[in-house]
């Protein structure tokens, strides 16, 4: 049965919450919008419910809701609740021993000790117990916790007494022992079971290898016993293991100064210290206090603000934004690296070396690889660089590389991590193996300061050697080429738009547009200063003036203020083009010998090319990987080899004045007067032409167009009704002016998108019954459009309210036909002949038509109608002449096929029969 004391429900509740680092005071304020305070009774029970996981029963909840409802209106007093649970140190209490009121929460929350108490002579037994039980299981290296959490399903701590004797598994254990550890930690509100934690913290307790500070480290964290470091060593070790963890600091200070004033009291920052570096960075009691001191105030307060600039800056410059030429200091290769225990005597370190170069030879020998067998083993959170000490030992004896106990030990020794007690087991692969590399310390340079250092004279550049309206033309027939606009360039540096950019973003964008040594178009430095003062302002000469470069350079474009002189001549802009720099000009006078001698070689090589059929195009391509029309001189050589043409050395070189340039030889200029290809005329004018000539004929062939415009209008009239369309609003979307009027052109195409199925010669009749008086070129659209939708009823009923409106009756399709009147005639009587012959034998004729009507909608192929005829035995009767009357009255366009409409013609055949309307 279960305790409803108020203390117990509390407790409770205290050690769910503390065991779960719940804050229940953020629970209720959900549900406290006004900040009052109170929450309602059901709330208070939802809340420890949603908390508690129902862990108490509805007793107990009403009995801690009832302590709460100071008012006695049904509210809870939430604050209150809070405050009892979190026991927090009463304010107003003053006592002269207030450590009284501090409260300590069991050992392991949510667990209680036993309440038995054991005789002396059995808690003496159970002391030594314990420490033989912390010796075999460290010894051993075994670690009982995860094998309790196992059976443990639920994670409250506890297990049952088969499973507490099912891991204990020390074989020096009798029942007497065993007995006694089951009375110590059983637990008491749960009958049979016992409480793990317990035993697991006692025995962590009196371990000496897990916690402890090791007394050895790496080079730059060593610290010999019984040494004392200076307060600039023990900043540094904090700094190195600061950035080697990826600890921020700050973040642990920051908790104990809520104001950020950046000063907190010696015990907060002695806490800070403990909570984030002491451990990894092995600092001792005496380290922690001369860091007090040296941060101390006249306030007896520490300036934590400046020590953590000082740590977390040791790698860096605060503020890089302000300073970007300033030059970082980066810690040598190594120095963060894990280094060995130096602390070994001169005896073991021999020792420790034999070992290793005994193991050196055997993986030497066997050629083994030892850095994976131990990177199997070291798969947990991270990558740690570490094992344990089981599996170093599991893996040289795996390996058949396992020494002695003793050197075993020392090995372990040397290579054990001072924090987690592992092995560093890189560092032995590179003691033992030559061709491994784990890490090395960089080499630092010391500098000399009587060393004078040797600098290199640079020279400016000569700028006289310049041609600068080649260099302009150039760069003319370069942007010219290539489409590039300089305005695009210069304006992202220039953002007041004032026309002027330094001299360093002058050269910046030129070299952004491809003006460089590494750009499409090489310039070289004298060029750049050349441009740079031929466009320098004369009223500031640290800035230059890209507005006027724009200028001369986008002149290849188009001519400036165009606008203001629209007749003026713009040249070509081909003129422009310049051939790539080196090229040959063959007009000099002292090189019309070397021309004339081209042509002879020239006109040799076509001959035997057209004699061969060689094409000379594939082995230039097979060069020219990027597609840049250029190869080199020596591929051009080896193209000649590969063709067989015969060209003698001194020819060659007649070759390569010609067509080499800067880029090197242009082949497709040269294959081009050696096998030009055939020049194809242009067809696009012809297809031009033709496409004319097909448009110009006549190949719309109107079907039995109405002649006169009454009819037109009641066509139009019949299909705007049937659709529910308003023609106004097709009409109107291309008179923007709202002019009432529309081109004929334009009237034309916006008719033909309202679909009324119109012929050609019907809209040329409405344009010129609608035409414009004032403008012939012009429709009165409007006047077309209130006579069309009449169809609906009269206009302008707005004005005429009492007038009765009429609608249009559409017309059936058989009677909208433009029939002649002997067509007219001869489909009369035909009809009436059948509707005789059914009329005498009482012939259903819908069922025989529908059988073909398979998507009913009321048409059939003129060969179905004809079908259907001939089975009713009505083709005897009808003269061809007839037929062709009946099928022509009660044809419809059905998309590009004429079919028939059986329904109007039944029913024209029904009503001539004298039958009741679809019920003959």
Known sequence: MRDNSIDYIEDQVRIIAESSRTRLHEFFVDYDKLRSGFVTKSQFQRILDQLLKSSLTP????????????????????????????????????????????????????TFRSLKSLDPSEEQALSVLLNDLNNYYSKKNIDLLPTFRDFDRNNIGVVTESQFLRVLTDPSLNHEELGLLIRKYQQPDMKGTVNYLNLYNDLMSRSDVHGHVSKFSQENLSKKEGAVLSIQEIIDRISITCHKEGIRIADFFKDFDRLRSGIITDRQFASALSLSVKKPANLSEDDLRQLIEYHRRSDDRCDYKMFIDTVENV????????????????????????????????????????????????????????????????????????????????VLSTLGLMPSAKEYELLCKKFEDPVSGDVNYPAFCQGVDEEYVGSQIENLTIEDENKKEISKKEYPPDISVVDMNELMGRIRSHCLASRIRVKEFFQDMDPLNSGFVTKAQFIRCLSSFGLSSIGSFNITKSQTEALCREYINQSDPLKCSWKKFEEDVESVFTV????????????????????????VSWKDDENLKTAE?????????????????????????????????????????????KLGLPVVDKDVPILEAKFMNNIGFNYVEFLGKLQPHPVIAPKYHDFRAELAQLNSKNNDYETNPFNDIQSII????????????????????????????????????????????????????????????KDENYVEYKDFCHEVETAFGDVELEKNPLIQSK?????????????????????????????????????????RFEDFDRVKNGNVSINQFRRVLNDLNFGSLLKELEFEAIMKKYSIRVGINDDVN???????????????????
């Open 59 to 110: 007793e107990q909840i009403e009995i801690i809701s009832n302590k709460y409802d100071l008012k006695n209106n049904s509210t809870v007093n939430y604050r209150e609740f809070c405050r009892s649970i979190n026991r927090e140190f009463p304010e107003n209490d003053f006592k002269s021993q207030p450590e009284k009121n501090v409260f300590k929460n069991p050992e392991y929350l949510g």
């Open 315 to 394: 790698f860096n410059i605060p503020d890089m934004e302000k300073k970007p030429l300033a030059k970082i200091i980066r810690p040598p290769r190594g120095l963060l690296s894990k280094t060995l225990n130096g602390n070994l005597t001169p005896t073991e370190e021999e020792l420790v070396e034999k070992t290793l170069n005994e193991i050196g030879e055997r993986v030497r020998k066997y050629k083994l690889q030892l850095f994976t067998y131990f990177k199997d083993y070291d798969r947990s959170t991270a990558f740690t660089r570490s094992v344990t000490k089981i599996q170093f030992g599991r």
């Open 560 to 583: 400036k203020n165009l606008e203001k002189n629209p007749n003026i001549l713009v040249p070509n802009s081909e003129i422009f083009l310049m051939p790539p720099a080196g090229t």
């Open 714 to 773: 009641l066509k139009v009239k019949d299909q705007v009704y049937k659709r529910r369309i308003s023609i106004y609003e097709w009409l109107r979307d291309h008179d923007k002016l709202n002019s009432g009027k529309l081109l004929k052109e334009t009237f034309r195409r916006a008719i033909n998108l309202c679909n009324l199925d119109l012929e050609k010669s019907e809209i040329e009749m409405i344009i010129n019954y609608y035409n414009s008086v």
């Open 597 to 641: 001698n081209y042509n002879l070689v020239i006109d040799k090589l076509r001959e035997i090319v057209n004699q061969r059929r060689i094409d000379c195009w594939p082995p230039f391509k097979d060069f020219d990987k990027l597609n840049r029309g250029h190869v080199t001189s020596k591929q051009f050589h080896q193209c000649l080899a």
């Open 807 to 847: 609608q249009l009756k559409p017309q059936l399709l058989h009677e909208a036909k433009n029939l002649s009147s002997d067509e007219q005639d001869r489909a009369l009587a035909g009809l009436k002949k059948i509707a005789e012959r059914v009329r005498a034998n009482r012939m259903q004729l819908f069922p």
């Open 902 to 920: 059986y329904v109007s013609f039944c029913d024209k055949v029904y009503e001539l029969g004298s039958f009741e309307y679809r019920k003959p």
